[in-house]
């Protein structure tokens, strides 16, 4: 099984940052996609940006210009750096790993989530 560890939430102002970070550990033998997704309260969980293993990068226009997504493959490490956050960003961030296990096997694996607060 793979384990996500999603770290670096937390409370900050509008206009405030915060670097969200992701990583996987277990049976990877490569990953495909890595993203991040958020759920607010009573809505749906939508993606927030995503990189997939050639480099591409698909991010929510709500975020485009404020959040960057990359990656450490050393580390199979994803990272959101937030910028320029405002209140409508509060919800729960949840990493999202596509990959193949060693057996070439494809799963997807979330994270438990980590809250991030934008207070006005």
């Known amino acids: 099984q793979v384990q996500l560890v999603e770290s670096g939430g937390g409370l900050v102002q509008a206009g405030g940052s915060l670097r969200l970070s992701c990583a996987a550990s277990?049976?990877?033998?490569?990953?495909?996609?890595m993203g991040w997704y958020r759920q607010a309260p009573g809505k749906q969980r939508e993606l927030v940006a995503s990189?997939?293993?050639?480099?591409?990068?698909n991010y929510a226009d709500s975020v485009k210009g404020r959040f960057t997504i990359s990656r450490d493959n050393a580390k199979n490490t994803v990272y959101l750096q937030m910028n320029s956050l405002k209140p409508e960003d509060t919800a729960v961030y949840y990493c999202?790993?596509?990959?193949?296990?060693?057996?070439?096997?494809?799963?997807?694996?979330w994270g438990q989530g980590t809250q991030v607060t934008v207070s006005s």
């Open positions: 999202n790993v596509a990959y193949y296990d060693d057996v070439l096997l494809s799963f997807n694996s």
């Open positions: 277990g049976k990877i033998f490569s990953i495909k996609t």
């Open positions: 990189l997939t293993s050639s480099d591409s990068t």
